[in-house]
């Protein structure tokens, strides 16, 4: 069974551009989460998703939106980007339930410069 | 709202020593309490998790935490550590019946020859 594949593995791009990355998640999860992930912060939790519905949202700016295809794959849109977006962003799925552990992507490290 | 904290930023300790790796949350509500390590390069993984029924639980590797709900911690504990064990150790919570797990800081573990 593949894992959770997260696509570009790096990403460079400039203050103002927007960028989108992308995630698979194992066949049969349904649920998709997206972290950031930078030194001495830990995982900060952007949004889950659920066959297509955003059930959570962290505390990040309206910059930062992301969405679901009917197949599960989801997409994480940063927009107007800034230096402090440079991070390792992660990817987990599940199969949905509030009990079972995630499975993370590899993650897509992004550099703004 | 749930958070998480791991009271050492990096814990270096020689092989073959005992290690613990301490966290503590906080939530008014009943969690379940997660432990992912992140090999160097490399995706997280789980090592074990708590649901309910015995506070002692093993994990993969050797390790095991004890939740203590008295004082709201989840400590790892590793009764012989080796080489191999050095990494990076995340905490984290998510509310039964909750989707959204938050992660602490983490602990990077260095083990010393």
């Known amino acids: 069974k593949a894992g959770v594949t997260q696509t570009p593995r790096y990403l460079i791009k400039t203050r103002g551009q927007q960028v989108t990355l992308s995630c698979s998640p194992i066949?049969?999860?349904?649920?998709v989460s997206w972290y950031q992930q930078t030194p001495g912060q830990g995982l900060q939790f952007l949004f889950e998703y659920f066959s297509e519905t955003q059930r959570n949202k962290g505390n990040f700016p309206g910059r930062f939106s992301g969405r679901q295809f009917s197949n599960s794959r989801s997409e994480m849109n940063v927009s107007t980007l800034e230096l402090g977006d440079s991070a390792l962003y992660l990817c987990?799925?599940?199969?949905?339930?509030?009990?079972?552990?995630?499975?993370f992507g590899s993650g897509t490290q992004l550099s703004v410069l | 709202a749930q958070s998480v904290t791991q009271l050492d930023s990096q814990v270096p300790v020689f092989e073959e020593a005992p290690v613990e790796l301490r966290c503590n949350y906080s939530s008014s509500v009943s969690v379940y309490l997660f432990w992912y390590v992140q090999y160097p390069n490399q995706g997280l993984q789980l090592l074990l998790k708590y649901l309910s029924g015995s506070t002692l639980v093993k994990g993969i590797n050797g390790f095991e935490a004890e939740f203590n709900k008295s004082q709201t911690s989840f400590h790892l504990r590793k009764p012989s550590v080796h080489i191999s064990d050095t990494a990076e150790y995340f905490c984290?919570?998510?509310?039964?019946?909750?989707?959204?797990?938050?992660f602490g800081a983490g602990t990077r573990l260095f083990v010393k020859a």
């Open positions: 066949s049969g999860h349904r649920s």
């Open positions: 984290a919570v998510r509310k039964t019946g909750g989707f959204k797990t938050i």
């Open positions: 987990a799925s599940s199969l949905g339930a509030a009990n079972e552990k995630l499975f």
